[in-house]
């Protein structure tokens, strides 16, 4: 096997990342309109899993609840963009007590869902604390339960079961893009900037800190690091980045109800971020993809028959499931890496 | 008063249901350390299979020992073909494979027996008792009472016999069991088949009451999973002791706290259990780990 | 530090390199040439249904909509042609497991993908709330939605291209309300509904039946579809001493609540059943467990011709459903579900509008033919028109009254007009 020196290695990484940027910045080009809204999908997911991972792969917290924070994001932007005014015309009446504007620009709703949706992940963060493994998931998992029942009993804020319609997604300050294309530049636009943020987090104390604290939370107290600090710091970032997610798929639904963020997203969030491969964030966009196209190969999956499929794409989507599962426990990730490692062996230099 | 003792008995009904399923969770966690996700999906399995026994002419309690048998070859076989290979893996990814597993018994229960709700016969008579003017199902009085059964037999098992320490020394070490001689894979299926069982009979002991539905036990698993962590997941008295909790829990909420009506049953009573989690992490009866340095 | 440098600074030039061809890419979505979906031969309609998950009971529907279907494609008509005038009916549909965002994803496929003429049948009333946006924004035909809320019927100024088919639920309730008016005017009355649109929808459609007397209603206990048990719900309303049982509940947790209700000794001396749940599995199941006497004399309402009642045996167009099942059925389709039988019958309508929009249609035509209907459905119960006009939207409206007695349901009283 060729040696690569480091710094070339690193600029190959580099290419690659800026090929992949390039690639998705023409990619609406060659797309019909239903392509590129399944791929500003991959998008929202990929925000979505970058937090997953966070605090999967990197503090080493299990969440069963990560759909339920993307919910909590969608309903931000759904009652933002609506304003008071709008959820009056629908017929609810929400306390005077919340800050309800008079309706806002969809894109403005997004930091703001990042904000809220954060500081509920570091609010659910704290308690979290006292519990670990199984019980962790648990409560993760009794957010994810609880989501849909606590939006139906605060409808006047939320909508109820009958939840809450966006408008109709269009392009904003006058450019030249059809909504499709807008909402597609959009979600890729937000994914770009926060995988620089996962990125930084991630080589910067705070991912050295969580790595120590998944590795070895003995061990890392000893060092002098707070796991009850990084620790809910991860739950914080992760929920934040759900809640971009869960903004984005709101605007592009344009729709919200109890029913759009249901226990199998979280379970389904969980799988695809163990399939891209924990603690690396390239492999976040091949979980992705998954979640946007398994489901969609399941309903006419080419080598198994059509009027089987009609009957049961579960079989279809829980069996690849597994197999992904046996062939690359590592995650897609952990492939790649296997792959490139003999290539970046150090070449001896004089000093050494 | 009659009527709080009403909510009682009728929480403890159902808590015998939770505490059931949560049994066969804590006995797959106890022998291998995984939460198996597609217990509840193994269990409504196995419980359409005693019922198309007995569509197929079957007596009750015949068809009730050939499902144990098949559930219990079932668990085996998923252990031994479904589970192996990623045994060794970390253990997120076990768990992603039990999920796969409950999508597709999921779609394939509902292929093979279609969505309607089928009624399931008991072996108890469907009468009920009058006491002081709170009513008592014999069904209900039968679950609760095969449920602390199962507890003495789980309990006597792994205490006494032979099987039960391997399977434990099994959780614990793997090493270490190797080297004294105990058959690690074959203690892990056992621990998976013995699981079905006990997930077959959560099953045929609900079903009556719950009937059933594909998704019959998708939302009993919600309430064993919560039990069996309350009452330390490594703990089959605990799995009880936790159903039952929750069980009256539920309904003593809902009935008497205006605020969470029947709407906020469900996560009022997990937000409860939190709390008591972050009191006492390992649950009520569960070993707390020392790690010493 | 230098390489985070490197990483941001890629990034950031991408970044900009994706604004400005982003900018350039100023292409829109091609004009359609000409009627999407419609060609000389073919003409392809697509839906969106529950197939699998908690509302997978409603599978049913299109498989029994394919059955009528392949039947007109392989039969001729009337002019002499299979299919609609000449046009073999291509039926697309996708599962959407009851979330709303999957079914605006699927619509969009359907539509953008494959070229739908329109979208027809859709299940659910929150998936359909998601799509009736878009698909009136883009003037593609939403058409006999499948679900029983009134928002279609009512809401057609703001979305004219949306209508649905089946007798709504508040007018099912109303139905119920009056009837108990008037022949129990002093009835103490508990109601069981699912807490969500469908449960929330019979109950006011029920109170505004029984209008001056909704005092009558001593106990309204809902449940969550997350629940496992009702013991709680139905101890309370047994404590209430009332002795008239309102179900408005989704077939399986109608059982689980009779059985319920047996366990706790309680037995009303009337139950009223909501059509959905009126269903032969349903009551065979609730007959098991709780007795034939426990629902002997339950009340409720139909519309369509029940497929497994003897008194509908010798029928000719039951018989005929048979023999299009036996013959054209798809892979999984079942004889005895009443949910077949309902998508056969809404398919008959749908071939009718279909002839109606005319021998060129276009998405307008169909629009403007789904308010010119007047007809007689054979497979819905004697007496029943479908009928539509300008401001009349809602397909059918009228039901009747059915009591359970000895295994089967019988109609009872005169037809009930909904609206």
């Known amino acids: 096997m060729i040696a690569l020196p480091r710094p070339l ?14 690639i998705l910045a023409v990619l609406p080009r060659f797309m019909g309109e239903f392509r590129v809204g399944q791929f500003t999908f991959v998008g929202i997911y990929f925000i979505a899993l970058l937090g997953l991972n966070i605090l999967t792969g990197y503090s080493g917290q299990i969440s069963l609840g990560h759909g339920a924070f993307m919910g909590i994001g969608a309903y931000v932007t759904a009652v933002l963009t609506l304003g008071r005014k709008g959820l009056v015309l629908f017929g609810h009446h929400p306390p005077s007590w919340i800050p309800l504007g008079d309706g806002m620009r969809p894109t403005l709703t997004i930091p703001i869902a990042f904000v809220v949706t954060g500081i509920v992940g570091l609010l659910f963060g704290m308690p979290a604390l006292r519990l670990a493994g199984v019980s962790l998931a648990l409560a993760t998992f009794a957010v994810a339960v609880s989501l849909p029942t606590v939006a139906k009993r605060f409808d006047d804020v939320t909508g109820g079961g009958g939840g809450l319609s966006l408008p109709l997604p269009e392009t904003p300050f006058g450019l030249h893009l059809s909504a499709p294309h807008w909402l597609y530049y959009e979600a890729w636009g937000c994914a770009a900037i926060l995988f620089v943020v ?27 690091v707070s796991p009850a600090l990084y620790k809910t710091l991860a739950f914080g970032v992760s929920s934040a980045f759900a809640g971009v997610a869960g903004s984005l798929l709101a605007i592009q639904v344009a729709f919200v109800n109890p029913d759009t963020f249901p226990l199998s997203l979280s379970i389904l969030l969980l799988a695809s971020v163990v399939v891209g491969g924990l603690g690396s964030l390239s492999g976040v966009i091949v979980g992705a993809l998954m979640l946007e196209f398994l489901p969609v190969y399941a309903q006419h999956p080419p080598l198994v028959g059509q009027s089987f499929s009609k009957q049961a794409p579960g079989v279809v989507f829980g069996v690849v499931l597994i197999l992904i599962m046996f062939a690359v426990p590592a995650g897609v990730a952990g492939l790649l890496r296997r792959i490139v490692r003999p290539l970046t062996k150090p070449v001896p230099t004089v000093s050494d | 008063m009659a009527e709080l003792l009403q909510q009682i008995v009728s929480g403890l009904a159902s808590g015998a249901i939770y505490a059931s399923l949560a049994l066969a ?19 409504t399995f196995t419980t359409y299979t005693a019922w198309s026994l007995m569509h197929h002419g079957m007596s009750y309690w015949p068809a009730f020992a050939l499902t144990l048998a098949i559930a219990f070859a079932g668990g085996v076989a998923v252990e031994r ?55 008592i199902s014999i069904q209900d009085v039968g679950t609760l009472g095969v449920c602390l059964f ?42 998976w088949g013995l699981a079905a069982v006990l997930g077959a009979v959560a099953g045929m002991m609900a079903a009556p009451t719950v009937f059933l539905d594909p998704s019959m036990m998708l939302v009993i698993l919600i309430y064993a999973f919560a039990a069996a962590v309350l009452g330390g997941i490594d703990s089959p008295v605990g799995a009880v002791v936790g159903g039952l909790t929750l069980g009256v829990l539920i309904n003593l909420l809902s009935r008497y706290v205006d605020f969470v009506g029947t709407e906020l049953r469900l996560p009022t009573a997990l937000a409860v259990l939190l709390v008591v989690l972050i009191i006492r992490p390992q649950g009520l009866f569960g070993h707390r780990a020392v790690r010493r340095v | 530090m230098k390489k985070s440098l490197l990483v941001g600074m890629t990034v950031a030039l991408a970044t900009a390199v994706t604004c400005s061809s982003a900018l350039g890419a100023t292409r829109t979505s091609s004009s359609p040439a000409a009627t999407p979906g419609v060609t000389s031969s073919s003409i392809t309609i697509g839906g969106t249904f529950p197939m699998t998950g908690v509302a997978s009971l409603y599978a049913p529907i299109p498989r029994g909509m394919d059955t009528y279907f392949n039947f007109i494609n392989a039969r001729k008509g009337p002019d002499g042609k299979k299919g609609v005038f000449g046009r073999k009916i291509v039926w697309k549909y996708y599962d959407d497991v009851y979330n709303p965002a999957n079914t605006v994803q699927l619509t969009n496929q359907l539509i953008l993908q494959d070229k739908v003429f329109a979208i027809v049948g859709s299940l659910g009333t929150d998936p359909n709330i998601a799509i009736r946006p878009i698909l009136n924004q883009r003037k593609i035909p939403q058409i006999f939605i499948a679900t029983g809320a009134s928002y279609w019927g009512l809401s057609y100024k703001d979305f004219p ?34 807490n969500d649109d469908y449960g929330k929808d019979y109950l006011r459609g029920l109170k505004i039946g029984l209008a001056r007397k909704t005092s009558l209603i001593v106990s309204e206990q809902g449940y969550e579809i997350t629940d496992a048990s009702y013991a709680s719900q139905i101890s309370r309303q047994k404590a209430s001493g009332a002795d008239t049982w309102v179900l408005l509940t989704t077939p399986t947790p109608t059982v689980r609540a009779i059985a319920t209700a047996k366990a706790l000794a309680w037995k009303p001396n009337t139950i009223v059943i909501n059509s959905v749940s009126a269903i032969d599995t349903v009551m065979a199941a609730a007959v098991a467990r709780a007795g034939a006497d426990f629902v002997a004399g339950a009340i409720s309402t139909t519309y369509l011709k029940n497929v497994t009642n003897p008194k509908y045996a010798k029928d000719p167009w039951v018989r005929q459903y048979r023999q299009l099942v036996s013959k054209y059925g798809p892979q999984g389709v079942e004889v005895n579900n009443g949910n077949t039988y309902y998508g056969v019958a809404k398919a008959y309508d749908i071939v009718k509008v279909l002839y109606l929009a005319g021998k060129h249609p276009t998405r307008q035509s169909l629009m403007a033919a789904t308010l010119k209907m007047n007809w007689v459905n054979p497979y819905a119960i004697k007496g029943v028109k479908v009928k539509t006009g300008k401001t009349d939207h809602f397909p059918l409206s009228q039901v009747r009254l059915i009591r359970y007695g000895n295994g089967s349901w019988s109609e009872f009283g005169p037809l009930i007009k909904g609206r």
């Open chain 1, 9 to 22: 290695y690193t600029a190959v990484k580099l290419t690659a990342l800026a090929a992949a940027v390039a």
């Open chain 1, 198 to 224: 996962a990125w930084l987090l991630v080589r910067a104390r705070v991912g050295r800190a969580w790595r120590s604290i998944r590795d070895g939370e003995l061990a890392a107290t000893a060092s002098g």
């Open chain 2, 25 to 43: 969770l804590v006995l797959i966690y106890r022998s291998t350390d995984v939460i198996n996700f597609a217990q509840g999906e193994m269990a």
């Open chain 2, 81 to 135: 073909v479904v589970i192996r290979p990623v045994e060794r893996r970390p253990e997120l990814v076990i768990v992603i494979v039990t999920i796969g597993l409950l999508l597709t018994i999921n779609a394939t229960i509902g292929w093979i027996w279609g969505a309607d709700v089928k009624a399931f016969d008991s072996p108890f008579p469907n009468n009920t008792w009058d006491v002081h003017g709170v009513t």
């Open chain 2, 150 to 191: 199962t507890v003495l037999l789980l309990w006597g098992f792994f205490r006494f016999t032979t099987v039960g320490l391997a399977m434990r020394a099994v959780a614990i070490n793997p090493n270490a069991s190797r080297l004294l001689a105990v058959r690690v894979g074959w203690m892990l299926a056992l621990g």
């Open chain 3, 161 to 194: 291209w949306t209508i649905g088919w089946q007798p709504d639920y508040i007018a099912e309730g109303i139905a119920y309300g009056r009837w108990i008016v008037k022949n129990a005017p002093n009835a103490k009355i508990a109601v069981l509904y699912q």
